[in-house]
């Protein structure tokens, strides 16, 4: 198994632009999420799915849409970009849609708006 | 809400030495899991090891043990042995277990530097 993995690894964009950020889990999980990670900060949950075709808002939402149409894939989408999203982005997946098992965490996107 | 807290931001220890590494959390749960994450510069989050509340017995996993004290709300992490490879941010997380959409609630992290 692959795990989770997450495309591109670095991104660097212009304030406006939108892009996809990718993540895919081969483990078959019903459940995954994306977090921010901010320098002196934890990790915050952007928006989660606990299923295919379901979707919900974490605790920053705004900027940020995702659509769950397999269960393997679970992209994050920014609208319009601005420097305030500039950050690591983490995408995880765990096998109970309750959330209570082990998350597997993906290795990251480095995005950095100017 | 939950939160977790994380107090020491960066830590130092010499090599097979022991380090305790420190978390709190609050809330008004009474089932819950807590973790520890350990984040090396690959930046990837690997899950070092879970507690669950109504588990009494400290969770380990090698090298690695909990310290959990429910009525307190503490959750320290032990590492015993240390190896240069420990070297990470590691991060504490609080999960509730009830609920339908239950959430990580992370804490800001702790550098862990181990010396050679």
């Known amino acids: 198994n692959a795990g989770v993995t997450q495309t591109p690894k670095f991104q660097v964009l212009k304030t406006g632009q939108s892009m996809t950020l990718q993540c895919a889990q081969d483990?078959?999980?019903?459940?995954m999420s994306w977090y921010r990670q901010d320098p002196g900060m934890g990790l915050r949950l952007i928006h989660y799915?606990?299923?295919?075709?379901?979707?919900d808002q974490g605790e920053v939402p705004n900027g940020y849409n995702v659509s769950r149409s397999t269960t393997e894939d679970f992209p994050l989408r920014l609208l319009s970009a601005a420097p305030s999203q500039t950050s690591v982005y983490f995408c995880?997946?765990?096998?109970?849609?309750?959330?209570?098992?082990?998350?597997?965490f993906g290795p990251g996107t480095r995005l950095t708006v100017l | 809400a939950q939160t977790v807290t994380q107090s020491q931001p960066e830590m130092s220890v010499q090599e097979a030495e022991t380090v305790t590494l420190s978390c709190t959390y609050d809330?008004?749960?009474?089932?819950?899991?807590l973790f520890w994450y350990k984040q090396p510069p690959s930046r990837q989050m690997i899950l070092v090891i879970r507690?669950?509340?109504?588990?009494?017995q400290n969770a380990t996993e090698n090298r690695f043990s909990v310290n959990f004290q429910k009525a307190a709300k503490s959750f320290s992490l032990k590492i015993s042995d240390s190896q240069l490879g420990d070297t990470a941010m590691y991060f504490c997380?609080?999960?509730?277990?009830?609920?339908?959409?239950?959430?990580?609630?992370f804490g800001k992290g702790i550098t862990l530097s181990v010396r050679p």
């Open positions: 483990m078959n999980h019903e459940y």
């Open positions: 995880a997946s765990s096998f109970g849609s309750k959330f209570t098992d082990t998350q597997y």
């Open positions: 809330t008004s749960e009474n089932n819950y899991y």
């Open positions: 799915s606990v299923g295919a075709g379901i979707t």
């Open positions: 507690q669950e509340a109504y588990k009494q």
């Open positions: 997380a609080f999960m509730k277990k009830t609920g339908a959409n239950s959430k990580l609630t």
